[in-house]
């Protein structure tokens, strides 16, 4: 047993190194004096300040930051909304919506990029049509010009956010009394009084937790949104775009500091599981339960 033991957590060790090595090393030589990749030159914080000072890294830096902002605050409306839609019906169309919303999370990014692309073109051509043969019939001179941008690059984030959203929020509905929403009806509250004092504070945790996935999983993103930004570039295109010249250390300094910005959202995120486990545990599980209950346990658990 010591044995194993001992193998097991050199084997742990290993797997760690081999992964955040290169990791290590990049954060490293963000803070090399000379250009050098190999040697170490000495100490400086010239990469970071050089870095605040490059338009295109930090126009990148102001879009990344209000895609994600944006995409995750929607994307967690409604993705709040479809769960607590979800929840509502039958067993076996849920099961089956449920599916449906697993595909984009389980699908390549560059499927899904490559497809939204194609879809925002084809809309826009057609919209393009539309206006055109608008303007020859009604004689208007209406202006429509289709690209790339900012609003597809928003667009394109919604929607690969809300399943995230999605399944952090229906876990939370399910521990949620069914009873709760109606019983606070007949005590005469309103449809929205109800959902806002009664439904909204039990899946709040799910809520939040969705919001910053989401907002973690659009800062992030590269792949859909080389497909989908066009003229607007997002920090990880940008960063691209940059190594296909000449690797700047500046590469090394943004790298890093985007590197501890997703680290510190993980690290949010498993604080609050943790302490939402605790809060759980805590919590007094009656020993029997109506065959309402039974019903929905073992729907959970499947």
């Known amino acids: 047993m010591k044995k194993n033991s001992v193998l097991d957590r050199v084997f742990i060790?290993?797997?760690?190194?081999?992964?955040?090595?290169?990791?290590f090393v990049l954060i490293v030589f963000s803070f090399n004096a000379s250009k050098s990749r190999t040697v170490w030159a000495g100490f400086t914080l010239d990469w970071y300040v050089q870095l605040f000072h490059n338009k295109s890294i930090m126009d990148a830096l102001s879009t990344t930051l209000s895609v994600s902002v944006i995409a995750a605050s929607v994307a967690t409306v409604v993705g709040t909304a479809a769960a607590i839609g979800f929840y509502s019906m039958r067993r076996r169309p849920r099961?089956?919506?449920?599916?449906?919303?697993?595909?984009?999370?389980?699908?390549?990014?560059?499927?899904?990029?490559?497809?939204?692309?194609?879809?925002?073109?084809?809309?826009?051509?057609?919209?393009?049509?539309?206006?055109?043969?608008?303007?020859?019939?009604?004689?208007?001179?209406?202006?429509?010009?289709?690209?790339?941008g900012f609003g597809t690059l928003l667009l394109a984030h919604i929607t690969f956010d809300i399943p995230y959203v999605i399944l952090s929020v229906m876990p939370k509905?399910?521990?949620?009394?069914?009873?709760?929403?109606?019983?606070?009806?007949?005590?005469?509250?309103?449809?929205?009084?109800a959902f806002w004092k009664v439904v909204l504070p039990e899946i709040r945790p799910g809520v939040v937790n969705g919001l910053i996935i989401a907002f973690t999983m659009s800062i992030d993103d590269f792949v859909i949104s080389y497909f989908t930004g066009g003229q607007a570039q997002t920090l990880s295109v940008v960063i691209y775009s940059m190594t296909r010249k000449k690797v700047s250390p500046q590469i090394n300094a943004v790298s890093t500091l985007l590197f501890l910005s997703v680290l510190a959202l993980l690290a949010v995120i498993n604080i609050r599981?943790?302490?939402?486990?605790?809060?759980?545990?805590?919590?007094?599980?009656?020993?029997?339960?109506?065959?309402e209950a039974a019903e929905e346990l073992s729907e959970y658990t499947e």
């Open 13 to 23: 060790v290993l797997v760690f190194l081999f992964l955040y090595a290169p990791i």
């Open 95 to 148: 099961n089956i919506l449920m599916g449906v919303n697993s595909i984009p999370m389980i699908n390549a990014d560059i499927i899904t990029g490559v497809s939204l692309m194609l879809l925002f073109v084809i809309s826009g051509t057609a919209i393009t049509v539309a206006v055109q043969l608008v303007n020859n019939l009604l004689g208007t001179n209406m202006n429509f010009q289709f690209s790339l």
């Open 173 to 193: 509905l399910r521990q949620m009394d069914k009873n709760a929403f109606e019983a606070a009806q007949d005590l005469g509250a309103t449809t929205w009084q």
């Open 273 to 291: 599981q943790i302490r939402q486990e605790r809060a759980q545990s805590r919590k007094w599980v009656p020993a029997t339960a109506s065959g």
